[in-house]
C-alpha cells in the first residue's frame, strides 16, 4: 500500500511540474518580442520590418490559403534538398 501512495505523490509532482513548465512556456509565448530579440533572429530583419511584425494582426483567410498552398508546392523539392535561393 505504501508504493501505491509512493507512485501517486511521484505521479502528483510530475504532472504539477509539467502544467508550471507549460503555464511559463504560454507567458513566455505571449510576450511580445523584443526589437533586440527580433533582429538576433536574422541579420536580413530590420526595424521596418519589426514594426509590421509588430503592427500586423496576422494574415486574413486568403493570404493563409495562399501561404498553405505555396508551402504545399516547396514541400516535395524540400525533400529533393533543391533550394529556392
Not at 44 to 67: N, P, Q
Request: hydrophobic letters at 40%; proline letters at 1%; a negative charge.
Amino acid at each position: 500500500m505504501m508504493l501505491v501512495r509512493e507512485m501517486a505523490v511521484i505521479t502528483w509532482k510530475k504532472l504539477r511540474l509539467e502544467k508550471l513548465e507549460h503555464d511559463y512556456c504560454t507567458r513566455q509565448l505571449a510576450v511580445q518580442i523584443t526589437l533586440e530579440e527580433f533582429l538576433s533572429i536574422d541579420r536580413r530583419l530590420t526595424e521596418e520590418v519589426y514594426k509590421f511584425w509588430i503592427e500586423s494582426d496576422g494574415l486574413s483567410a486568403k493570404e493563409a490559403e495562399m501561404l498553405s498552398q505555396t508551402v504545399k508546392c516547396i514541400e516535395p523539392h524540400r525533400r529533393l534538398n533543391v533550394t529556392t535561393a
